[in-house]
């Protein structure tokens, strides 16, 4: 058993999905170079210790890092985290962020779990006294993108394509979690997971609306092995996934061990339409309604793993996250951390990065000329005034080694 204190976080954004230009040619969107992290790593750095902040959200590049099967490139990793364990944050690291190397295909080629977890065991060996770990990131917006709406990647639109980049996702996150416990028995895992809802804008809309509100679980069910009911069990299997590929993800979940992490932005939520048609509807319910209905399905810790909003919103949406955070926990509930999403200014996010245009989005906490932004003054003063209180508090979470 091992207590482990509140985690105030940011992360250094390091998206890195293939999308196809207007010419038709495939590209590789790296949010850590159009950021000019690679330069700027150690400045990077000195932002996170300089806010306060002691975890980060950080990870290598998959795709320039795992070269062949057996064969890796631990060049950066060994500098960035090297610096880190001198500067003493903790990382929660990120191992797959919406992209696979090349060599690799994308997310439709059965192979890719085996050789992730391959990849995940091999990071674990090579930095032993790393404990935390978020083996795939969003794997439910990454089959969605990928394989649903046909953005990035495969670039497929179908529901057989979906469920197939799903169960492959899936199996790679639990085979990566137990090829790092072989390591390091003592890892936790937090899955940050983008937390939806669905409002059916009619009343012949509910029937979409319901369905598509047990489809958001499909990702943490699978990893959790948790029971679905049949409408989804029928869904997974009429589109490609067989009872023995199913049954393995009962069979094999190590829930013991993991966080629900949740990702919550003003896009999470849905209006659905009678023909079919979906749209944001920005902020109904917010992080605390659907975050405590995801917690009433597993009854695992919570983190707030990812948020953010543009400016000039940004400090008052920061304020009206931190807010939910605290009536969850007052509540009874869990919930360990939070993190403002990311530490930068993103890059093309305006368009699901879809397009190579180049546009700054001021989310970060500091601009890409590394100057602090207002919600990063506000976030830095909102560590200092919390920390010790909430850390005080008693809120009885331990992780279990299974």
């Known amino acids: 058993m091992t207590a482990r204190k509140f985690m105030f976080a940011t992360g250094i954004e390091n998206s890195y999905p293939k999308i196809q230009l207007p010419d038709g040619t495939m590209k590789r969107v790296d949010e850590m170079e159009k950021t000019k992290h690679y330069e700027l790593w150690e400045k990077d750095f000195e932002l996170v210790k300089e806010m306060g902040i002691e975890y980060l959200r950080y990870g290598p590049p998959y795709y320039r890092t795992h070269l062949a099967p057996g064969v890796y490139d631990w060049a950066f990793a060994d500098v960035t985290f090297g610096r880190l364990s001198e500067l003493d944050i903790t990382p929660i690291v990120d191992l797959c962020h919406f992209g696979i190397p090349d ?41 969605m993108f990928s394989a649903q709406y046909g953005w990035w990647n495969e670039r497929l639109s179908s529901d057989k394509a979906f469920v197939t980049a799903l169960k492959h996702l899936c199996k790679a996150n639990v085979l990566a979690m137990k090829a790092i416990l072989k390591v390091q028995p003592g890892a ?23 369905f598509l509100n047990q489809k958001r679980f499909l990702s943490l069910d699978l990893t959790y092995g948790y029971p679905i009911n049949v409408t989804m069990y029928q869904y997974l299997l009429s589109n490609g996934m067989s009872e023995e590929e199913y049954n393995w993800f009962t069979n094999n979940q190590v829930k013991a061990h993991c966080v629900m992490g949740s990702d919550y932005y003003v896009t999470n939520e849905h209006l659905v339409f009678p023909d079919g048609r979906t749209q944001a509807s920005g902020e109904i319910f917010g992080y605390y309604v ?9 009854k695992l810790p919570i983190m707030h793993t990812e948020t953010n909003i543009r400016m000039p919103a940004s400090r008052d949406w920061l304020l009206k996250q931190w807010a939910n955070v605290r009536r969850l926990k007052l509540d009874g509930i869990p919930i360990l951390g939070f993190t403002w999403y990311s530490l930068l200014h993103q890059v093309d996010w305006d368009s699901a990065l879809r397009e190579d245009a180049g546009r700054v989005n001021e989310l970060g906490l500091y601009d890409l000329d590394r100057k602090i932004m207002p919600v990063g003054k ?25």
């Not at 295909?105 to 090579?126: C, I, K, T, V």
């Not at 936790?188 to 319901?210: G, K, N, V």
């Not at 659907?290 to 597993?298: D, E, H, K």
């Not at 005034?385 to 909430?390: A, H, N, S, V």
Request: charged share 20%; aromatic share 20%.
């Open 188 to 210: 936790s895992f937090i899955q940050s997971e983008s937390s939806e809802y669905f409002h059916a804008m009619e009343p012949d809309a509910e029937p979409l609306a319901r």
């Open 103 to 143: 060599w690799m295909g994308d997310f439709q080629n059965p192979a890719f779990p085996a050789l992730f977890a391959e990849y995940a065991g091999a990071f674990a060996a090579r930095f032993p006294n790393i404990k935390l770990y978020t083996p795939v990131n969003e794997i439910f917006i990454t089959a």
């Open 290 to 298: 659907i975050t405590s209905q995801y917690f009433r399905r597993y």
């Open 378 to 402: 506000e976030y830095k003063t909102l560590i200092a005034q919390w920390k010790d209180i909430i850390e005080e508090e008693s809120y009885g979470l331990v992780f279990q080694n299974a």
